[in-house]
């Protein structure tokens, strides 16, 4: 998946990412990594249940600034 998203947000400054189905969380910190802090990610699941374990997720990766990471009543988690 992300070899296939690569060439549209790799390197590109201040992108929006919209990550439908984020699951654990785990695809969105490699976002993350690949679009930056300019950039902004927003990452939602059907289940809530999924949106705490992928915002806990997230939160552990050393990578991703924690001060950064917002999640909104509608179960999305936004990265900015």
Same mark, same amino acid.
């Not at 992300?2 to 785990?26: F, M, N, T």
């Not at 679009?35 to 939602?44: C, D, F, K, M």
């Given at each position: =998946? &992300?070899?296939?998203?690569?060439?549209?947000?790799?390197? !590109? +400054? !201040?992108?929006? /990412? &919209?990550? /439908?189905?984020? @699951?654990?969380?785990?695809?969105?910190? +490699?976002?993350? !990594?690949? /679009? @930056?802090?300019?950039?902004?990610?927003? +990452?939602?699941? $059907?289940?809530?249940?999924? =949106?705490? &374990?992928?915002?806990?997720?997230?939160?552990?990766? $050393?990578? /991703? $600034?924690?001060? &950064?990471?917002?999640?909104? $009543?509608?179960?999305?988690? =936004?990265?900015?």
């Amino acid at each position: =998946v &992300l070899e296939r998203a690569a060439p549209y947000i790799h390197g !590109k +400054a !201040k992108r929006k /990412v &919209l990550h /439908v189905g984020c @699951g654990a969380g785990y695809l969105t910190s +490699a976002l993350y !990594k690949m /679009v @930056g802090r300019e950039s902004l990610i927003y +990452a939602t699941d $059907p289940s809530k249940d999924m =949106v705490r &374990l992928a915002k806990r997720n997230i939160r552990r990766d $050393p990578a /991703v $600034p924690r001060a &950064l990471i917002n999640t909104h $009543p509608n179960s999305r988690i =936004v990265i900015k």
